[in-house]
């Protein structure tokens, strides 16, 4: 029986689709163990027992809600090529709502960043920002076909800036705490929670040390 003409195209897309998502998750954790150990190798190889690629969800967020102000100029790129992109398809007629809920989500989370850190210079940077991407559309000539493929590819740029950011920010997914053990403290991450040990990165050394669970007397928060 002959397969349909689109069968072996739809799974080769459905195959590299599924391929650079891997490829990006890994990059994404590999980058992150590299940058919160200060790319001490020996460090990050440490760390990788306590990580997997389950992990990359919780590592994200944490990672990017945690580095408040770098996340917000990141927004301050991201939010105005998001909105320009969906409004060029309205202007041509092919309204999408999932596009819509996508300029939503990231506008009320750049909202929160930018009140949360009065990061209002990257406010008034992204609205400047988005001023000249939809002048910029609205007119024909060489700079409207310039703009007009970073509007297309948003998704690789956004993959790309947080692939960076990734690799820069030393900021680690996890709160930082005050760990009691009798008559000694330890601030750092926890980056494992197990049943009978904590793997914990210093926070000042930026080193892994293996805590026995027995021996924590308290564990604080700090800020």
Do not use: C
């Not at 009320?108 to 990061?119: D, L, R």
């Not at 060489?142 to 920010?169: E, K, N, Q, T, Y």
Request: charged share 15%; net charge negative; aromatic share 8%.
């Amino acid at each position: 029986m002959s397969e349909g003409p689109d069968s072996g195209g739809g799974s080769g897309a459905l195959w590299s689709t599924g391929t650079t998502a891997a490829g990006a998750a890994f990059m994404f954790i590999l980058l992150r163990l590299m940058a919160v150990a200060h790319y001490d190798w020996g460090t990050a190889f440490g760390l990788a027992d306590a990580v997997d690629f389950g992990d990359a969800v919780t590592i994200a967020v944490g990672t990017f809600l945690g580095a408040g102000p770098v996340t917000a100029w990141l927004l301050a790129a991201l939010v105005p090529l998001t909105a320009a992109g969906h409004l060029r398809h309205l202007r041509e007629g092919r309204p999408s709502p999932s596009s819509l809920l996508v300029v939503a989500a990231l506008a009320a989370v750049f909202a929160a960043a930018v009140a949360a850190f009065a990061a209002w210079a990257a406010l008034a940077a992204a609205l400047v920002w988005l001023a000249v991407l939809v002048a910029v559309d609205l007119r024909d000539g060489p700079s409207r076909d310039l703009f007009r493929p970073l509007v297309a590819r948003v998704g690789l740029l956004s993959l790309a800036a947080v692939l960076a950011a990734s690799a820069i920010s030393d900021e680690v997914w996890v709160p930082r705490e005050r760990i009691a053990l009798g008559d000694r403290e330890v601030e750092g991450y926890v980056i494992k929670n197990g049943s009978q040990f904590l793997t914990v990165l210093t926070a000042a050394e930026r080193e892994k040390v293996i805590l026995l669970s027995r021996e924590v007397t308290s564990r604080t928060e700090l800020e």
